[in-house]
């Protein structure tokens, strides 16, 4: 069965630290995986997607099929980072596809 | 395009009553997805379409939850009758057509429905 999951609900780190926010999946297939990132009193948007492999606000993404994940990853953190954060998997049926979420993890930035 | 609209933003009600939720897609995407948002579970999707046709509403809790997608620019999420336990975020998504052996394309989402039955 295709499942994601993120282990840690909250995760705090002081300013200029760095940060990794874990992302597990369970897929048959060739997975397509997303961060997905909420800010405070904003829409769920796209942050980025593995496919890409680009470094979007500083935060890049590895998928790793042998550790089947897809880990995200920040160098410094800044307080504007503070947000929540699900990590998506693609299912692919026929000519369309739906998106799996994980439980999301609250980031907390502190000054 | 105003993005992705849902109504209402907070919905209270009581125990037993009917409660729908609307959606109006980004016109133009052909998907169409419910998901509901709680703190224990995350982000769970309910059911999707694809061209007004339901494709997988394995996720839709019981018989109290149904969904419609009349035309490509309306849905609906009703539940009925309401228990406290629905009491969530309610997300509707859209994307446009998907693409054959491209990539996903990305969801966009409404600002979301907060329901709280008493």
């Known amino acids: 069965a295709q499942r994601v999951t993120q282990p840690e609900k909250l995760l705090s780190v002081f300013k200029g630290a760095p940060v990794e926010l874990k992302c597990n999946y369970s897929y048959s297939g060739s997975p397509e995986l997303f961060w997905y990132v909420q800010y405070s009193r904003q829409r769920l948007q796209l942050l980025l997607r593995?496919?890409s492999r680009e470094s979007i606000k500083g935060f890049t993404a590895d998928l790793n099929k042998g550790e089947t994940s897809f880990h995200l990853k920040k160098p410094f953190a800044q307080e504007e980072d503070s947000a929540m954060y699900y990590c998506a998997l693609s299912h692919f049926s026929g000519n369309t596809g739906k998106l799996i979420f994980g439980q999301g993890t609250t980031l907390q930035v502190k000054p | 395009d105003a993005g992705v609209i849902q109504s209402p933003r907070h919905e209270v009600t009581e125990m037993g009553q009917e409660v729908t939720l609307r959606c109006k897609p980004i016109s133009g995407h052909n998907s169409l997805f419910w998901y509901r948002q709680t703190m224990m579970r995350g982000l769970e999707l309910l059911i999707y379409f694809n061209n007004n046709v339901p494709i997988d509403d394995s996720g839709m809790p019981e018989d109290r939850f149904s969904a419609k997608m009349p035309n490509a620019s309306f849905s609906t999420l009703k539940i009925q009758p309401s228990e406290p336990r629905d009491s969530a975020v309610y997300f509707c998504?859209?994307?446009?057509?998907?693409?054959?052996?491209?990539?996903?394309?990305?969801?966009?989402f409404g600002e979301g429905s907060r329901l709280t039955v008493l």
């Open positions: 998504a859209s994307r446009q057509p998907f693409r054959t052996g491209g990539y996903t394309g990305e969801l966009f």
């Open positions: 593995h496919i």
